[in-house]
């Protein structure tokens, strides 16, 4: 006997083979399983749900009425998000064509107002200019008459009547309104007024202002007397007329909103005097 007979081997027995068979019918029965189960499984929706409630699992299904309603709901929420949108914009459009109408009738007041300002500033600066020019005047006729000095007092001594009962009149007609183109006795306008009390010293004076600032002597304003007509412009094309009446003061018809007044010569300087009498 052999010494080692005895003692048992190290080596590990081999191990045999795996069967290609037994590969075989495991796989094929693990697909034939799935077969049965896929044939078993529900094909449809309703057999889905139908199987859930069976098993007692909720159901999720798809419904096609409920996601129509959906969109419908989120194409009108879009349409009146639009519709708001619009009427919102028309608004502000509407807003500011009113703004800007607003804007071009303040633009036309104010170009107005302007206007009328530049045209009483070119008044007052004609006014200014011409009595200006009557001063260089007078200054200038100054040594002529004093040249005579008898005349002017014969010349008064003659008119002295005359001229109280033209101022006698006007102090009369104080008060009474002034109507354009009226010649009294109940309104006037600044050459009726004049020409309706020369009349009462038996004089006849032109109708309008242009032609009473020529129709006597021309006079300074510094040696004005009773009855000289006073006019404002110049001479032959005055704007204005009222007659003198004594101690720097004259009365005539001014405008609609004073009528006739006596006024002192400061209150508003005329350009120029005429003497009829």
């Avoid at 005359?162 to 006037?188: C, D, W």
């Avoid at 242009?210 to 007397?225: C, E, F, I, K, Y």
Wanted: charged content about 20%; some cysteine; aromatic content about 4%.
């Amino acid at each position: 006997m052999s010494q080692t007979a005895h003692i048992p081997s190290h080596r590990k027995p081999r191990r045999a083979g795996r069967n290609p068979l037994l590969r075989t019918g495991v796989a094929g029965g693990v697909l034939s399983t799935l077969a049965v189960t896929a044939a078993a499984a529900p094909s449809s929706a309703e057999e889905r749900k139908t199987a859930a409630d069976t098993a007692g699992i909720p159901a999720i299904v798809p419904d096609a009425a409920t996601g129509t309603l959906r969109a419908a709901d989120a194409n009108r929420t879009v349409a009146t998000r639009y519709e708001t949108e619009a009427a919102r914009t028309l608004a502000a459009e509407q807003a500011m064509e009113r703004a800007g109408e607003l804007a071009e009738k303040k633009k036309a007041e104010a170009e107005r107002r302007a206007a009328e300002a530049a045209e009483a500033e070119r008044e007052r600066a004609a006014r200014e200019r011409a009595a200006r020019d009557s001063r260089r005047t007078t200054l200038s006729a100054a040594p002529a008459e004093t040249a005579a000095p008898s005349a002017p007092a014969a010349s008064a001594a003659t008119g002295g009547g005359n001229a109280a009962t033209l101022v006698s009149f006007l102090r009369a007609q104080v008060g009474k309104a002034y109507v354009m183109g009226a010649t009294g006795p109940s309104a006037y306008d600044c050459s009726s007024l004049t020409q309706a009390a020369f009349r009462q010293a038996g004089i006849s004076l032109p109708r309008t202002s242009q032609p009473q600032s020529t129709a006597g002597t021309q006079v300074s304003l510094s040696s004005v007397r009773p009855g000289d007509i006073l006019y404002w412009g110049s001479a032959g094309s005055a704007y204005h007329v009222a007659v003198y009446i004594g101690n720097g003061r004259f009365i005539g018809a001014q405008n609609p909103s004073t009528g006739v007044v006596e006024r002192d010569m400061s209150y508003d300087m005329p350009t120029g005097a005429v003497r009829v009498l």
